[in-house]
């Protein structure tokens, strides 16, 4: 727990926790989590995309990695747990195991991803996509909000983007991927359980959005002359939510919503949202993309502005693969404990890495189900067991 409160301190923002994507802040904890990693007796590296691996080796040396692992950006504002609980988890198994002197017949890498929040390029998950082998260059020359490209970011983080093509795994080298994360949502909480086993991620869908209107002088163009950009992108974020409210398990959020030129006194002529869509069958999410672009084009139209909509992101529903999810079932009933099965409603690196090897995840409570929030908070006992139960997925772990 104190891990996680240090790493917490590493932010861009003074007075709450935003951590992005290769910023200074990333570079902190990065380094910070080397450190412990060494201090364990791992060997550590940071590679091209900026990701932190420990590496600790089986009893035979050379041996495919077992990865457990999770992200060490944060959304703005953000709680300390979402993602850096799975690093720390992960990095304090495999500090008891090096403590007890005790190795696995496979080695263990602890991963922290740096891109899994997608909140400083438009784009994710890029990291572990590119450990997956799934990486697209053409990430390389996306911008973030001051216009600085990835490219660029990665060259002041020190990483050289000659050597992503080094990052990609092969099937051979990897066994599988073991993730906890906190649920960040209310259901274990409501069963009064600690954790929980994950059997799906749901798929998502990022829209980023263009409305194209005419700026003009708020006091001299007659209402019905107007072509404002902002009342056409208010009443579009409303057809979003209509039509995830009229689709049973589809989800769909604007987030994000910037207006200019943002004076009082003018009429606001472009405003750029964005769309997140999600849900537990991509053929839902596809309908419920298709309803929200028809229903925004008609709106578009009928106030004569102008649109553009492209994909920035974009994950299938993944399934955990069912030897993780047997293999998790029996370390939490090995503690006695109701093994509860739930799909994840947030995206993870997990989905990423499914195109590489089997995946799965543990979840574990936090008060409320608060998440992407500063109150988001785990128990001390919590945090506790959701390692013990790793621990015990460790020593039991084969791939039948
Ligand atoms: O958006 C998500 O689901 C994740 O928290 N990045
Ligand atoms: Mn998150
Ligand atoms: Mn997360």
Redesign the pocket.
């Known amino acids: 727990m104190a891990r996680l409160d240090a790493l917490a301190q590493h932010s861009d923002e003074p007075g709450k926790l935003t951590r992005l994507y290769l910023s200074a802040a990333h570079k902190a904890a990065a380094e910070e989590l080397a450190g412990w990693m060494r201090e364990a007796g791992l060997t550590v590296s940071i590679d091209a995309l900026g990701t932190v691996l420990g590496r600790y080796e089986s009893a035979s040396p050379g041996a495919p990695a077992l990865l457990i692992g999770s992200h060490i950006d944060t ?1 703005r504002d953000a709680g300390r747990y ?1 993602g850096a609980l799975g690093v720390i988890a992960g990095l304090v198994a495999v500090e008891e195991l090096a403590k007890c002197g005790e190795n696995l017949p496979f080695a263990i890498e602890v991963v922290a991803f740096g891109d ?3 909140v400083r390029f438009p784009t ?1 998950l890029t990291s572990s996509r590119a450990l997956a082998g799934q990486f697209d260059p053409a990430v390389l020359d996306l911008c973030d909000a001051d216009g600085v490209s990835l490219r660029n970011a990665l060259t002041a983080f020190g990483c050289d983007p000659a050597a992503i093509a080094t990052i990609a795994r092969s099937r051979e080298q990897v066994l599988a991927y073991i993730e906890v994360h906190i649920e ?1 949502g209310p259901v274990l909480e409501a069963a009064d359980l600690p954790v929980g086993v994950v059997t799906a991620i749901n798929g ?1 869908r990022r829209l980023a959005v263009e409305v194209i209107g005419e700026a003009g002088h708020a006091g001299t163009v007659p209402m019905r002359l107007r072509r404002d950009a902002l009342a056409a992108a208010a009443e579009m974020a409303l057809a979003v939510e209509r039509a995830a409210n009229s689709s049973p398990d589809v989800l769909a959020t604007v987030g994000r919503m910037e207006v200019s030129p943002g004076a009082v006194n003018v009429i606001p002529g472009n405003v750029r949202f964005t769309i ?1 869509i ?1 849900s537990p069958e991509d053929k839902q999410r596809d309908a419920a993309t298709e309803e929200i672009v028809r229903s925004i084009r008609k709106i578009a139209a009928a106030r004569r502005v102008e649109l553009s909509i492209s994909t920035m992101h974009e994950a299938p529903a993944t399934a955990c693969a069912p030897v993780m999810i047997d293999t998790l079932t029996q370390a939490v009933q090995h503690f006695g404990l109701a093994p509860h099965l739930l799909p994840s ?4 690196d997990a989905m990423a890495i499914a195109r590489l090897c089997p995946v799965g995840m543990l979840f574990v409570r936090c008060a409320g189900g608060i ?2 929030n500063p109150k988001e908070a785990i128990s001390l006992q919590d945090a506790d067991i959701c390692v013990r139960i790793l621990l015990e997925f460790l020593r039991n772990f084969k791939l039948k």
């Open positions: 959304v979402d899994e929040e997608g994710t960040q998502v997140d999600r409603g947030a995206g993870h998440s992407h």
